[in-house]
């Protein structure tokens, strides 16, 4: 099976198209679909065998849960069994928008959709194309990242097709995602909340409206042996297929520490990637050198990421060497997932 492809813009959704899509969903089938953060990877969040599906066509350990795409605020308490004051707020500030909420389940949810867990992850997509195919769907659409477990996550259609195309019924192409990093996850199913994923919603912008927020000690890389709350964290991820290593320090240092390990991989004979930014492009004389963003505009690192690691899996590279982006309000997001697709492969200088 090829899955069928519908190309669309988020300005003009094919209504047809998504007709199709939202039938294919009720009936129990696999569809893909854009959202603001990454491509999803949409079954019927209350159907036990469309979840198993999702973990089958991905490889997903199916104890790692699925978040619940709805499209309606009304439809949230019908999923969750309490929903705190607090998340109210949060969720009047930033739905429909990149940001998951962790909350108590009801029944009505499978606990195949959950891995096994009584709690219930929410997210109300700020993405037209991802809410016309939800309220078509009848509401609850199951959805992980859109790759195969493991991978780093789609921000296009072409990822997609690349993955899961011979898996899955149909993808919708909505072109380039806007953010390019999976949302903010919040849990509520403790008293202060917790902040399992990292993204574009950052501490800052949680604590405006929530008060006290906790980051779980889990994601924090000095924190090995302390597992991360949130199963899908716990797993290498995003990694590309080369080893790579994070060079941290001063920019001068890091630059000509990275043009020293190139030219010495390179007399090897081994192919060298290296991740740097517009600031530094011109630094490096050797190796297959690829600008993630500017620093100026930290949101174009994050767009372009995934991307960029899936890039390196097509150019065959052998090694890379990446500068650290800890910048201001996406750094920690960034780094997050950097960090992971690295193994945590750091080299101060
Ligand atoms: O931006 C996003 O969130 C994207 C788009 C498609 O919406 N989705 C996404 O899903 O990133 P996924 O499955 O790749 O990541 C979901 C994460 C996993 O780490 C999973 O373990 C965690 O959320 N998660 C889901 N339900 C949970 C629960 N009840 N308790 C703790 N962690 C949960
Ligand atoms: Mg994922």
Request: charged residues 25%.
């Amino acid at each position: 099976m090829r899955a069928k492809i519908a190309v669309m813009t988020e300005d003009a959704p094919d209504l047809n198209a998504l007709d199709e899509a939202g039938r294919i969903l009720k009936e129990g089938g696999l569809v893909a679909f854009p959202t603001e953060t990454v491509y999803g990877l949409g079954g019927n969040a209350l159907d036990p065998g469309a979840s198993m599906r999702i973990y089958k066509a991905k490889g997903r350990p199916s104890d790692n849960p699925l978040i619940v795409h709805i499209a309606s605020m009304e439809d949230l308490y019908r999923i969750a069994a309490d929903v705190p004051a607090a998340a109210e707020r949060l969720a009047e500030r930033y739905w429909p928008g990149p940001l998951t909420m962790i909350f108590p389940k009801k029944d009505i949810v499978p606990s195949e959709t959950t891995g096994g867990l009584d709690s219930v992850a929410v997210r109300f997509p700020d993405h037209k194309i991802a809410r016309e195919l939800i309220l078509r769907a009848g509401g609850f659409v199951a959805a992980p990242s859109a790759n195969t477990s493991g991978r780093p996550s789609p921000t296009l259609a072409s990822h997609v097709s690349e993955d899961l195309g011979e898996r899955i019924d149909m993808i919708i192409d909505g072109g380039q995602v806007s953010i390019g990093l999976e949302s903010t996850i919040v849990d509520f199913t403790e008293e202060i909340p917790v902040v399992l994923r990292p993204g574009f919603l950052n501490l800052q912008m949680l604590e405006e409206v929530l008060g006290e927020v906790r980051m779980d000690p889990g994601l924090s890389s000095e924190n090995e042996h302390v597992r991360p709350k949130a199963p899908g964290m716990r797993y290498r991820h995003y990694a590309p297929k080369a080893e790579l290593t994070i060079i941290e320090g001063d920019p001068a240092a890091v630059q000509m520490e990275i043009r020293t390990r190139t030219s010495r991989e390179i007399e090897d004979g081994r192919k060298v990637g290296i991740i740097c930014t517009e600031e530094s492009r011109n630094v490096y004389p050797n190796g297959n050198v690829v600008c993630i963003g500017s620093r100026a505009q930290e949101e174009t690192i994050a767009h372009h990421l995934y991307e960029v690691l899936r890039g390196f899996d097509d150019s065959g590279v052998d090694v890379i060497y990446s500068e650290s982006f800890y910048t201001p309000k996406m750094g920690q997001a960034i780094m997050n997932r950097l960090l992971k697709a690295a193994g945590h492969r750091v080299v101060e200088v």
